[in-house]
């Protein structure tokens, strides 16, 4: 098990912020307000975000500074490690050069602290006192529990009601750092009463949850709301991992041919492929940026491009995005960040631009190849992140065959070790290919009741 670990010394770690709005050749669209179908303005997002939030969302810079306040916390994992991969490229017998940047290393052992951490700190700055959230598997609300006893802010997490149930762990990680955790639907809110007022043994959901989230932030001045995913800013804060990565394959003397991350909406991918999208932007660069998505939750590959909801219930604004419905409920997949139904306007607009590239994973071929990999290189990753392990495996066999060298980095943007019941099933033979059917597709799409993308537009 060789390995080559590239690290950068701590004044390395990124001093801004990079924004692709400014270099994209099409601006995203705006969001639309739902009732009236006109862009909304930033005020309308002023009751649950911080203004300096709200204005990283909307910004057409191209570089945004980081608050020395998050850089310095950003030191307790910052700058993370990157390997190359030798024992998977022995185990592969491949020509192909591998090499991985590993955001396990973060106290909630994935990419999102990143984010967490910076949106806690505009938050305090703005005198908010409580954050509130949802969270799924579990991921989220871990990383903005930690970041949100970091700062002193209350944290309050809407986590869907058989994920408390079923990942305790993830939870009491939670309660650790000080957040209170609320199975939802809950009593608490007036969308939480509604649903267990029809449904007394609701699972509970996604949407859900959000929306109890959101309704919170919006009736309590001293409480604000916070994504983990999706939006613009969220995205920007990510690209720290990219900028380093830069510069660690700078020190390992290659450029990557292909930049690839797992896909649930669109944070670790932006994160990791925007500053090498930049280098070809304004380099003249030709490095493939690869998106992976489980096959059972297809949005980049067979979704449509158009306005839709970020949440299931309808009280976000609408997005551009590609997306299979906001109604779509995918299979209860292991990979539960990546069971999200549309994709970032940022992500979306380059794929429709053809400036990124998308592909599907089905959750067998992605345990395999995470099985493989903790094999061979030591580090069990997680669910979502087998996701692009599996094509980078996929880069890999096809530069064998092509019996050429190819440069291959991907995101291994979070540790198994919370997950190890899925791995229990795919072990015991529980887990199923999840192919959706052309027919499924076409049904999901044409339940979408949303505005379509004008012509002129996309
Ligand atoms: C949340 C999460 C994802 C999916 O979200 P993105 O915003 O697409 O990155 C993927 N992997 C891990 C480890 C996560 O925690």
Known sequence: MKQTKITLEENEIPERWYNIVAD???????????ATQEPIGPEALAPIFPMALIEQEVSQDRWIPIPEEVRQI???????????AHGL?????????????????????????????????YNKQAGVK?????????????????????????????????????KPYRKLMMNTWGAEVIPSPSPQTEAGRKILAEHPDSPGSLGIAISEAMERAATDPDTNYSLGSVLNHVLTHQTVMGQEAIKQMEKAGEL??????????????AGLSFPFLRMNFAEGQNIR????????????????????FGDSIGMTPLIPMYTLGHNFVPAKIHAGG?????????VSQLLHDKLIDAEAVDQIESFEAGVLFARAEGIIPAPEANHG???????????????????????????????????????????????????????AISEIDTPEIPDTAA
């Not at 592969?92 to 052992?109: C, F, Q």
């Open 389 to 443: 392990v599996a094509s980078a495996i996929r880069e890999a066999k096809e530069a064998k065959e092509e019996g050429k060298k190819r440069v291959i980095l991907f995101n291994l943007c979070g540790h198994g070790h919370f997950d190890m019941s899925a791995y229990e099933a795919y072990f015991s033979g529980e887990l199923h290919r999840h192919e959706l059917s052309q027919q499924d597709i076409d049904s």
């Open 289 to 308: 940026c690869l998106a992976t998505e489980p096959t059972s939750c297809p949005k980049l590959t067979r979704g449509v491009f158009r306005y839709d």
């Open 130 to 166: 409580r954050i509130t959230t949802e969270t799924g598997a579990g991921q989220w609300g871990s990383a903005l529990s930690y970041a949100c006893q970091h700062f002193g802010l209350g944290c309050e997490v809407y986590m869907v009601r058989i994920s408390y149930d079923q």
């Open 256 to 269: 990557p041919d292909v930049v690839i991350a797992p896909f649930g909406g669109g944070s670790n991918f």
């Open 74 to 84: 950003y030191t307790s994992w910052r700058p993370s490690p990157l390997y190359r």
């Open 338 to 346: 990546l069971r999200y139904h549309g994709a970032g306007a940022l």
């Open 89 to 121: 490229e022995k185990a592969l017998d491949t020509p192909a050069h591998i090499y991985y940047k590993y955001e396990g290393v973060s106290p909630a052992g994935s990419h999102k602290p990143n984010t967490a951490v910076a949106q806690a700190f």
């Open 24 to 34: 994209m050749p099409n601006k995203p669209l705006p969001p639309l307000n739902p």
